[in-house]
């Protein structure tokens, strides 16, 4: 959908070019998930539960505009006048400067937003002065800048920029960030799912996987950014305990603390990286600790059916104890949250370990309720 550029000048002056749908995010499925993950061409920023805006300088106005199209103007809705607060941090860009990000209540939902964004401003000033509190805005995108069009640059590139922009500015927008809730989204580039699972465990909506080079395409939905959303969860019982890899093989080689000599000794927690006979080893292994549990459920004929193990979510503090005094764990019932499970083969995709489950046994843990 385009809109009139003459038609949003005069409701909203100088916004024309700036006045285009969003994009889209299409939903991850287990296997595109997997295969941008491992890529090493994706990053991923945590997805708020909340609503998208994006705010908008002009040499003439400022504006916030939403994602719904108003019945009244048939333009995007424009809630700048709802969040005063929040609007001053496009002091910190010249005009020409479209943000994107979301406007969110941190532990909240959208549903919680809309009773903001969706009243009169009158009305939502003084919510927010009252007992709602402010509400936040996560900044992750700059699609324009000073007027320069950033569409066409990928994703990197744009994120790049705007922390190259916000960096300028040091400790003055640092204390407007505080001050106003506002928050610049952080990225990861590594360990993607498991990054994804610990935001979910944490209460996040979600996590968007971003290719580098992928470019922004107003009301698209390009394969190439994928959201990863709250997933199944089940509940499923220990088993055993499953030992580390013993050798290191990760990218910090040259600052790693964990070593051992070469006839199986610890040595001291510090970097031995180049002396003779000292080999990396995981902090796992080095600790002597589990690295992760084995679940199961019974069958319709009270048989334990294995399916699987989960190493993410767990603590060290749980690590340690799986290996002091497993018996305490043995099937004791755990909350396991997934990506997706497989039906067929009975076994679970990216499994994430959520907490105990204290108010269930392990004979109610049922493979027809799992994979049902």
């Known amino acids: 959908m385009s809109f009139d550029i003459e038609k949003v000048n005069e409701l909203y002056p100088g916004a024309g070019p700036y006045m285009f749908e969003p994009m889209l995010i299409a939903k991850g499925t287990e296997k595109s998930i997997s295969l941008a993950a491992e890529s090493g061409e994706y990053f991923g920023q945590i997805k708020k539960d909340g609503a998208l805006y994006m705010l908008v300088s002009t040499p003439e106005g400022r504006y ?4 719904t199209v108003s019945k009244k103007t048939g333009l995007l809705t424009e809630k700048s006048a709802n969040i005063p607060h929040i609007m001053g941090l496009l002091d910190f860009f010249p005009t020409g400067t479209v943000l994107l990000g979301e406007v969110y209540y941190p532990g909240k939902t959208s ?4 009773t903001i964004m ?11 002065n009252g007992s709602y509190g402010k509400l936040h805005y996560y900044l992750y995108d700059m699609l324009f800048l000073g007027g320069t069009d950033l569409r066409g640059k990928g994703n990197w590139d744009r994120y790049i920029e705007l922390m190259l922009w916000i960096s300028g500015y040091q400790d003055r927008i640092n204390k407007y960030f505080e001050e106003n809730n506002i928050e610049l989204a952080q990225v990861y580039m590594n360990n993607l799912i498991e990054r994804a699972n610990e935001a979910l465990a944490n209460g996040e909506e979600g996590m968007v996987f971003k290719k580098d080079d992928g470019i922004y395409q107003p009301g698209k939905r390009p394969a190439y950014n ?16 499953v ?14 603390k964990y070593w051992i000599d070469k006839d199986g000794n610890k040595l ?5 990286y ?18 992760a549990i084995r679940i199961g459920v019974y069958d319709d004929n009270g048989n334990i059916i294995d399916i699987g193990t989960v190493s993410s ?27 997706s499970v497989d039906k067929k083969e009975k076994t679970l995709r990216h499994a994430f370990f959520k907490g105990w489950h204290t108010e269930k046994n392990a004979e109610e843990c049922l493979a027809k309720d799992v994979f049902h």
């Open 226 to 241: 994928l959201k990863v959303k709250q997933s199944d969860c089940i509940d499923a019982f220990v088993i055993g305990a």
């Open 274 to 291: 180049g002396e003779d006979g000292a080999v990396a080893v995981t902090k796992h292994y080095y600790n002597g600790w589990k690295n």
């Open 268 to 272: 001291p927690i510090e970097c031995h």
């Open 111 to 114: 549903k919680d937003v809309t």
């Open 64 to 67: 916030c505009f939403g994602r």
């Open 313 to 339: 979510g767990l603590d060290d503090n749980l690590r340690k104890e799986l290996s002091d005094n497993f018996s305490k764990y043995h099937m004791k019932v755990a909350k396991i949250q997934c990506m």
């Open 118 to 128: 969706g009243c009169l401003p009158a009305k939502a000033v003084e919510r927010q």
């Open 243 to 256: 030992d580390p890899n013993k050798a290191y093989i990760g990218k910090e080689i040259e600052s790693w």
